[in-house]
């Protein structure tokens, strides 16, 4: 049984709502695991089944890897064409003799900025996968989620039901 603990909400503010998703090798674990959940007192609205049949991905909330690897790629060089932009502008400042030469300051500046944005969007795009593509993954292959999803009690409530209750029905 493979259980992640997930929350969401600002990093900032106080977790209001936490998520468990256990991975399920079909649906008839799904669908056992899901009424064992609801029979120990875990309402319906917090509870989803996700896979064929069931709540889609994009539904709950799971992204596509494309989707994630794009944000990553935007974000990664946006972050380094900025701190290439601005070292770049630092170095020539420092290291040029005068300001006669305000031309190839500006076009260094500009060039490292554009080639750490490069960098950065290839880094962010190749970069490792996420918990959301990792859970698609098992999608594709034709096992299910379970997602436990409200206060933090009620997570752990959850969890701990399906740890005593595992049996090598459950993945």
């Known amino acids: 049984m493979a259980i992640a603990r997930f929350f969401r909400g600002s990093t900032f503010k106080r977790r209001l ?23 120990h007192g875990i309402s319906p609205e917090h509870l989803a089944i996700v896979g064929a049949g069931y709540s889609s991905p994009d539904r709950v909330g799971l992204k596509t890897p494309l989707h994630i690897a794009f944000h990553k790629a935007r974000s990664f060089g946006t972050i380094a064409a900025c701190s290439g932009f ?70 752990h409530w959850g969890q701990e039901v399906l740890g005593h209750y595992s049996a090598p029905s459950l993945y």
């Open 86 to 155: 601005v070292l770049s502008l630092v170095a020539s400042l420092i290291f040029t003799p005068g300001w006669n030469t305000a031309a190839v300051v500006l076009t260094t500046t500009l060039l490292s900025g554009i080639c750490a944005a490069v960098a950065g969007s290839l880094f962010g795009f190749l970069g490792e996968g996420s918990t959301a593509s990792i859970y698609r993954h098992h999608l594709n292959h034709g096992r299910y989620l379970l997602m436990i999803e409200g206060p933090e009690k009620l997570v």
């Open 17 to 39: 709502t936490y998520l468990a998703i256990v991975v399920l090798p079909d649906e008839a674990a799904a669908f056992q695991a899901y009424r064992l959940l609801h029979y």
